[in-house]
């Protein structure tokens, strides 16, 4: 038995349109984007002669609501196109594009007309910011009066060529040698879900000793419409208490879980764009494409692996000297008295004159 293909529907109050529509998400695959599709249904009577449009509208929102106050507007429209669909200005047959709007319109009947949109090359992906009252970027089919909130969401090929590493020395004040620390990652590209693997060799020829090693996974959230504020926010964190002590190496693999189970409802963590009784994924990472402006995308996303270390000096080797003590030493009984032109009481009290 073949499954079941689950179609998304939603039909003005007064019964008036409806709209069908196979999916929600539309993936940016670098060289295209999925177009956007689906069926309307109206009904003739109701409409009474009006005509149908249905809008495609990708929205930037930074900010409540309620914070469109004062001539002040936190919203920007960054592409809007609008199509007639009834009355038909062409023939069914070459507004159908897609299989599933073909089963769709056999299904439906005489009163079902397709759309279908192409998303421009320069539209960023949807992203929202925790909580709910900071939105992002989304997309919108108005269609009558009805109303559906759509998805873009960005997919990368994995590229196997690169893998990230960092690579970094460190010198102390009265060390003679260095502390070397080199961080690789076994790949560039994760995917939802998937654990990120962080390779850390440590060489510590220095005079300090290394512990309380830790690594996290942060995600940056640039904002590039309408202010410069940026989140940095640790998604996925593993504290130990490695240490490294002097004269030695360290070689071992760390394993991070950057999900969004773990950073459910916490303020400033991007989001691929919550769509409503849906749940999503942390944001992915921001591509953006040759000759397209950074302020059209509204907000960039990137991630990095930060490794954290303590480096304590040795104080065996300073105390030695501190406390040593001089070959000959001379010990006196203090008396005011060895004050040469001031006489003093037996009990040490304010000077008299001789």
Known sequence: MSPKHVVFK???????????????????????????????V???VQLKGKKVYVMLSCTFRYGRQDMDVMGVAFRRDLFIVTRQVYPELQDKEKLTHTRIQQKLLHKLGDNAYPFFFEFPDNLPCSVSLQPEMCSGVRGEGVLSSVRLTIRKIQFSPENTEVAPFADMTFEFLMSEKPLHVKLTLPKETFYHGEPVKANVEITNSSSRNIKDISLSVEQVTNVVLYSNDKYVKSVAKEETEDSVPSGTTLKKEYTLYPLLAYNKDRRGIALDGRLKHEDTNLASSSIVKQEVLKEVQGMLISYKVVLKMIAVACLSSFLSVLCSEPDDMVFEDFKRAYLKGVVYGDDDESPTEA
């Open 10 to 40: 939603k039909v003005s109050r007064d019964k008036s349109v409806a709209v069908y529509m196979a999916k929600r998400d539309f993936v940016d695959h670098s060289d295209f984007v999925d177009p956007v599709d689906g069926v309307i």
């Open 42 to 44: 109206i009904d003739p």
